[in-house]
């Protein structure tokens, strides 16, 4: 089993900066692949960034140019650096891994519990 915990989510005005962690540890050899989803109110919960093993990314049309995902493999933890925030940022994001290298929808094994990003003067 692997357990990821996120954190550095909260509340900034539009165009300022986050940056969210997700932690991973339990069985985490089993890991490919990890990034993060996000889920605004009344909306489906959309791939943001995918890092994989072998230095594959991924990014949304609509956070290209302004996220950056990392991994640090020693620590075994994904970053999302969010910059030029908009308030269509706003949503829970969630730190999702996966065995396969990939993380569309149906090949994600392990979930985050979710961390709030708010955009908003």
């Known amino acids: 089993q692997v357990q990821l915990v996120e954190s550095g989510g909260g509340l900034v005005q539009p165009g300022g900066s986050l940056r969210l962690s997700c932690a991973a540890s339990?069985?985490?050899?089993?890991?490919?692949?990890m990034g993060w989803y996000r889920q605004a109110p009344g909306k489906q919960r959309e791939l943001v960034a995918t890092s994989t093993n072998g230095g594959n990314t991924y990014y949304a049309d609509s956070v290209k140019g302004r996220f950056t995902i990392s991994r640090d493999n020693a620590k075994k933890t994904v970053y999302l650096q969010m910059n030029s925030l908009k308030p269509e940022d706003t949503a829970v994001y969630y730190c999702?891994?996966?065995?396969?290298?990939?993380?569309?929808?149906?090949?994600?094994?392990?979930w985050g519990q979710g961390t709030q990003v708010t955009v908003s003067s």
């Open positions: 999702a891994a996966a065995a396969a290298p990939t993380l569309w929808r149906n090949s994600v094994d392990y």
């Open positions: 339990g069985s985490i050899s089993r890991i490919n692949a």
